[in-house]
């Protein structure tokens, strides 16, 4: 399976940015899907992971500016970043869980200017 990430890019402290990512092809039973990050020189945090029934959990770095969602029909999962600020400049990676394995998108470029 493979994930195709997109929506990251380059924007303004306190701009927006949305994520979003679907894997190669259909899917049954997901267990859930989230997104990573990882800044230079630091380690891959979660940031945000929707799970099967729909409930959401994020870091506390991001908690009231980030939302998670999905499209179950699609398989697909958001992440809408608000209120952007230059520490959430990183790589982000999606991912999801079926079958008791994990799979990885690509990694899409988030870049916050000051």
């Known amino acids: 399976v493979q994930l195709q990430a997109s929506g990251g890019g380059l924007v303004q402290t306190g701009g927006s940015l949305k994520l979003s990512c679907a894997p190669s092809?259909?899917?049954?039973?997901?267990?859930?899907m989230g997104w990573y990050r990882q800044a230079p020189e630091k380690g891959r945090e979660l940031v945000a992971v929707i799970v099967a029934g729909g409930s959401s959990k994020y870091s506390d770095s991001v908690k009231d500016r980030f939302t998670i969602s999905s499209d179950i029909a699609a398989d697909t999962v958001y992440l809408q970043m608000n209120s952007l600020k230059p520490e959430d400049t990183a790589v982000y990676y999606c991912?999801?869980?079926?079958?008791?394995?994990?799979?990885w998108g690509q990694g899409t470029q988030v870049t916050v200017s000051s």
């Open positions: 092809r259909s899917i049954l039973s997901i267990t859930e």
């Open positions: 991912y999801l869980r079926y079958a008791l394995s994990d799979y």
